[in-house]
């Protein structure tokens, strides 16, 4: 199984989006919002949730192979509709600088380490070896 072999449920762990838009809330509140800061972050941010998303949604449906296609299509939605209220919420908070902006990056990453935590069991969080056929 996929899944087992490269260890997605440890995927997580490994990647640095949640680290570094702290860091980049950090930065802005230091008074370091300019774009030389706020676009390389916030791109390196984003690449590493193009790692993390597809990642969990394989675990998501890994026990759903029967209804798999719902379930994506339910999971695409609720990412969409997250979404569309976090940003309706966050642009109540426009003031023309980055700061809401950046704000919620950290808070939804902090809220997703916190999710993660809480909902991944001790036993799945452990290294996978490859080909070892657990998991």
Request: glycine share 10%; charged share 10%.
């Amino acid at each position: 199984m996929q899944v087992a072999r490269f260890a997605l449920r440890n995927l997580w762990r490994d990647l640095k989006s949640g680290e570094l838009s702290v860091l980049l809330l950090a930065l802005t509140l230091a008074g370091f919002d300019s774009l030389r800061v706020l676009i390389p972050l916030l791109f390196v941010s984003f690449a590493f949730l193009g790692l993390v998303i597809p990642s969990t949604m394989v675990l998501s449906l890994e026990n759903h192979g029967r209804i798999a296609g719902i379930a994506s299509a339910l999971g695409g939605t609720l990412q969409m509709v997250a979404g569309a209220i976090i940003t309706g919420i966050a642009g109540l908070f426009f003031d023309g600088t980055s700061l809401p902006m950046v704000a919620t990056v950290a808070a939804a990453s902090v809220a997703a380490l916190v999710l993660s935590l809480v909902t991944l069991r001790k036993k799945e969080l452990k290294p996978v070896a490859v080909g070892s056929g657990t998991g």
